[in-house]
């Protein structure tokens, strides 16, 4: 049995949404129930390989199943690993947490690729592991940091990044903090857009029309495990997706929305 895991780097706005309203955002992404970090659920990334292998010759009946019969290929949910965030340093810096390494480390060792990444943690809420010296200001939180991420996380997270200029950069933008401070730019710092739909007489907005959509940034780093239960069903949408490169994810694509530049991390065979 093989398992793939496929890196997600985001190159537009992704909007895996909910259909239904919260608060003040009419259309807010998918979140996890306990978390509350963003996620694409397993069956939207199922839809999506499905879509994309349509026209390689695959037999997709098999391979992801009809109403009937269970399909051979196993997907999980995309999980967030590293997150946009700006800042006063640098264009912007990548933020992820000691939990998100964590299911990371755990994710490589279910996929048999070891689970040796360092345990890293900041000591308080206002610290940070960044490179540099001093303090570093995300969005209005100032953070002061106190080392840099080790080396094997860096390399490790940046075979998921399918673009070379991105990976060499990724050692100077990513920071690290506490599982509380993540929370809170998961929960308030994701872009939100403002949508508008017009009358086509008066070119005006339509009684309702107005709306609010919740999204996550281009460079959001997510990740997924492919499993199979036969006929190498794994390795075959991986090799077909490394053919690609690129995968259409979620909602608005007819305006430029949910692509993801992809990377295949080779499956080990067990």
């Not at 690729?113 to 592991?129: E, F, I, S, T």
């Not at 339509?206 to 281009?218: S, V």
């Not at 305006?255 to 065979?269: E, I, L, N």
Request: glycine share 8%; with cysteine; hydrophobic share 45%.
């Amino acid at each position: 049995m093989t398992t793939e895991i496929i890196g997600l780097l985001a190159e537009t706005y992704i909007h895996p949404g909910t259909g239904q309203s919260a608060g003040a955002i009419d259309l807010p992404v998918a979140r996890e129930r306990v978390t509350l970090y963003p996620f694409i659920p397993g069956s939207s990334m199922k839809g999506a390989l499905l879509d994309a292998s349509r026209s390689n010759g695959l037999d997709t009946d098999r391979l992801f199943g009809q109403q009937e019969n269970a399909g051979q290929l196993l997907v999980s949910d995309a999980r967030l690993l590293l997150l946009p965030v700006r800042s006063l340093t640098s264009p912007y810096v990548w933020l992820t947490c000691p939990y998100l390494i964590e299911r990371f480390r755990r994710d490589m060792k279910r996929a048999s690729k070891g689970d040796a990444l360092p345990k890293v943690a900041p000591l308080a809420d206002d610290k940070v592991l960044a490179v540099g010296v001093g303090d570093l200001f995300l969005e209005e939180r100032l953070f002061a940091v106190e080392g840099k991420p080790p080396e094997e996380l860096v390399a490790a997270i940046g075979a998921l990044i399918p673009h070379d200029d991105a990976r060499a950069r990724l050692g100077r933008q990513l920071a690290i903090v506490t599982d509380m401070a993540f929370a809170w730019f998961a929960q308030y710092a994701l872009p939100v857009q403002a949508r508008n739909a017009l009358d086509p007489e008066t070119k005006t907005t339509k009684q309702g029309g107005l709306w609010y959509e919740e999204a996550l940034p281009p460079d959001t780093l997510m990740y997924f495990v492919m499993g199979e239960r036969a006929d190498c069903a794994a390795t075959k949408i991986a090799t077909h997706l490394a053919g690609r490169r690129y995968l259409q994810v979620g909602g608005n694509e007819t305006v430029g929305q949910g692509w993801f530049a992809v990377r295949r991390v080779d499956g080990v065979a067990s």
